[in-house]
C-alpha cells in the first residue's frame, strides 16, 4: 500500500514538471525565433508576482497552443531583449510568426490569449512603399480600401524597431475595422514621406474618406493607439487634406507595371496595340471637331404682290 502511494505522488510531481513552461536563455530564444514558424514567448523576472501568475495561466492553455496552433512555448527570465519587443518591461507574452512579433497586452486570461494568437497566425500589418501606397490606400480619393493606420519608421531608429511587436498588436485588434500598415520613410517610401511632410520616425498617421489625422500622443501601447481611434470623433484632433500625388510619385506608381511590360514580349504588343487604339480615337475626334455642320442660309421668301 506504502509503495503504490510513493508511486502515485511520484506520476503527480512528474506531472506537475511536465507541464512546466520549457525556460531557455538569449541565444536558444534567437535560435528559436529563427528556426521555428511560430514560437511563444514568456518574458519575466525573477520575484515577479504577476510574471508568476502569466506562467500559470500558459501552463494551462499551452496543450490548447500546441494542438491548434503547432507552437512551442518557452521563457526566458531577466533577457535583455525584452526591451525590443515591450518598453513596459516585464512580464511580457510575445508571439512569433516566421521572426515577425505580436506582442499580447490583453488579460490575463487563457481563452483571450488563445483566440487572439488563433486569429493572428500571419503578419497583420502590411508594408507599403511609394509603387503600391496610393494604389492600396486610394488615399486621394477615400475609395473603396476602408481606413488606413499607417506607422512612419526608418532602419535608423532604434525606438521604431521597440514599436514593431507593438505595431503587430495594434493591428491584430484593430484589423476587423481597418488596414494597418507601415512604410520605411528612408527606403521605398522616400515620396510618400515627402507628400505627408513627414522628416522623422516614428509617425503615425490615420487616414480615412480624403483627410488626414495626426495620432500626437505620448502613450506607445496598444491601449494607447486603439483609444486614439475609438475616440476619434469626439476628440479635438484636426485633421488635414489628404496631400494629391505628384508628378514624380505617379511616375513611381507606374514603374512596376513599366517594367512588367518590358519583361513580358506579350505584353508589349497589347501595349502597343492599346496605345495605337488611343491614338486613333485622338486623331479621329479632332477630325469630327475640325469639320463644322455647314450653316443654314436663310433664302429670302418673296412676298406675294398683292393684286
Not at 84 to 94: A, G, N, Q, R, T
Not at 171 to 183: D, H, I, S, T
Not at 275 to 300: E, Q, Y
Request: proline residues 5%.
Amino acid at each position: 500500500m506504502l509503495t503504490l502511494r510513493i508511486f502515485l505522488l511520484f506520476c503527480l510531481i512528474s506531472a506537475g514538471f511536465s507541464r512546466r513552461i520549457e525556460k531557455v536563455d538569449d541565444s536558444e530564444l534567437v535560435s528559436l525565433i529563427k528556426s521555428e514558424d511560430q514560437v511563444v514567448v514568456l518574458f519575466s523576472k525573477e520575484n515577479c508576482e504577476k510574471c508568476e501568475e502569466l506562467e500559470d495561466t500558459l501552463e494551462n492553455i499551452q496543450d490548447e497552443l500546441r494542438e491548434s496552433l503547432g507552437c512551442g512555448i518557452v521563457k526566458v527570465q531577466n533577457s535583455q531583449m525584452t526591451a525590443i519587443y515591450d518598453p513596459s518591461k516585464e512580464p511580457s507574452l510575445v508571439f512569433f510568426r516566421r521572426g515577425i512579433p505580436l506582442l499580447y497586452e490583453g488579460n490575463n486570461n487563457g481563452d483571450e490569449i488563445t483566440q487572439l494568437f488563433a486569429d493572428n497566425q500571419e503578419p497583420v500589418v502590411k508594408e507599403l512603399s511609394d509603387s503600391t501606397f496610393e494604389h492600396l490606400t486610394q488615399a486621394s480619393t477615400g475609395a473603396t480600401t476602408g481606413d488606413w493606420f499607417v506607422f512612419f519608421y526608418s532602419s535608423d531608429c532604434h525606438s521604431c524597431r521597440r514599436l514593431f511587436a507593438i505595431w503587430e498588436g495594434v493591428g491584430a485588434v484593430l484589423k476587423r475595422k481597418m488596414n494597418v500598415a507601415r512604410v520605411n520613410r528612408l527606403q521605398g517610401g522616400i515620396l510618400t514621406a515627402k507628400r505627408f511632410n513627414i522628416e522623422e520616425s516614428p509617425v503615425f498617421i490615420f487616414i480615412r474618406q480624403g483627410k488626414v489625422y495626426r495620432y500626437k500622443g505620448k502613450d506607445l501601447t496598444i491601449k494607447g493607439f486603439v483609444n486614439f481611434i475609438d475616440n476619434l470623433h469626439t476628440s479635438k484632433v484636426k485633421p488635414d487634406p489628404v496631400p494629391p500625388v505628384t508628378v514624380s510619385g505617379l511616375r513611381e506608381l507606374a514603374q512596376p507595371y513599366l517594367k512588367l511590360i518590358m519583361e513580358n514580349p506579350n505584353y508589349q504588343l497589347y501595349a502597343g496595340g492599346a496605345i495605337a487604339v488611343l491614338l486613333l480615337i485622338i486623331i479621329a475626334s479632332r477630325a469630327l471637331k475640325s469639320k463644322k455642320p455647314p450653316t443654314k442660309s436663310s433664302k429670302p421668301t418673296d412676298k406675294k404682290k398683292k393684286k
